[in-house]
């Protein structure tokens, strides 16, 4: 990549206690900037779970004495990486709830902002109450505090949208000149030959002579997956006679309630439960849509991944998912008003699923929306900060 030239190979400490693929968009990130970086710097990775093998790259496993409760091992792993990373390093970059790193990058929404946001008077000290007398709640909402807290050129703040920056600076309005927006990229395959769908649905044990849907998150309720299955229900078969499946990929806890949602809106055999896919690109490749309509999405990579393989996507619309403040309802996306509303959900599949030429042109606009967005250059703006927050020789 072509990155701002520097005067230093940095040594840097990565901090996010899951880096896989498997473990969602923040971890996604996470190893797509490590790829990107390792390159030019020195990178080393500290992290409790590690499915990850690139070349330059230094790993280390952080133990997890206690995997429950997870506040406790939160505080274990930020005061563990603490240690760890004092000193040796230029920069400590941390994707996780940790005081400490001169870079912090925020993935989702903050804690105090679910907690108290909206929240006046009684209500809200009877709020704060709670935090105080909750070790859980305590512990999240100090650790996060500190991550908004230093001054310009010691602490560097990026939130991965504009909707995350505006409800980080809702309750945090004193890290304004701290913070930045780089929003996530994408490495882009281009659109799929429809021989290697059929190959990658004969791969992935789905069915050959339908139209197929793909649903990817690994929280299902909050991804809006109840929602979709009722629309779906209305989606018998299309006026060409093809019937039209889901394909569901994500942690698999979930799957047992949602088969049985399933089951009970008569859908057995139309829903196609995958569990966690160690590469979702088949996945990509097998389906005609991608469907995401999020109640609560800070950016949502798997969008942006989809418009990569110039799938067409259905997506939730601004007020509850980052990536759609950049797209435009009808070029190159359909944008859900009201995700919870089944209704929408099928009118706008029914809309992308019936019209050829509507759904080709979302898939050629995915296409160029996607090209524009890509790892490199979200890489250069972190080495911008990189340099920008390099630790003074001890």
Known sequence: MNAPAGPRRLRVAVLNRVFATTGGGAESYSMALVEQLAARHEL???????QHDWPGVTYHRVTRPLAKPRWLNQLWYAFSTWRATRSGYDVVHSHENTWHGAVQTIHVKPVRHNLLM???GARRAMRWLKIALSPRLLTYVLLEAARFRGTAGQRQVVVTSTNLQAEALAVYPAARPLMSVITPGVRSPGPQPLAGRAEARS????????RLLLFVANDYARKGLGPLLAALAALAALPD????????????????????????????????????????????????????????????????????????????????????TLLTDGD???LLD???EAGHIATALGRVLNDTALASRLGRRALAFASAHDWAAAAQAYERLYFESVRPPA
């Open 338 to 340: 009201d995700p919870r």
């Open 118 to 120: 909206g929240r006046h």
């Open 203 to 210: 791969a992935l044990g789905l069915p050959a002579q339908t």
């Open 44 to 50: 080393h990775v500290f992290a409790q779970e590690i």
């Open 241 to 324: 006679g093809h019937e039209v499946h889901l394909a569901v990929v994500g942690h698999p806890a979930g799957i047992p309630a949602f088969r049985a949602e399933a089951l009970r809106l008569g859908l057995e055999g139309r829903v196609h439960f995958l569990g966690a896919l160690p590469d979702v690109g088949p996945a990509y490749r097998a389906a005609d849509v991608l469907v995401h309509p999020t109640l609560e999405d800070t950016f949502a990579m798997v969008v942006l991944e989809a418009m990569a393989h110039g799938l067409p996507v259905v997506v939730s619309g601004p007020a509850f998912c980052g990536i759609s």
């Open 332 to 334: 190159d996306a359909l």
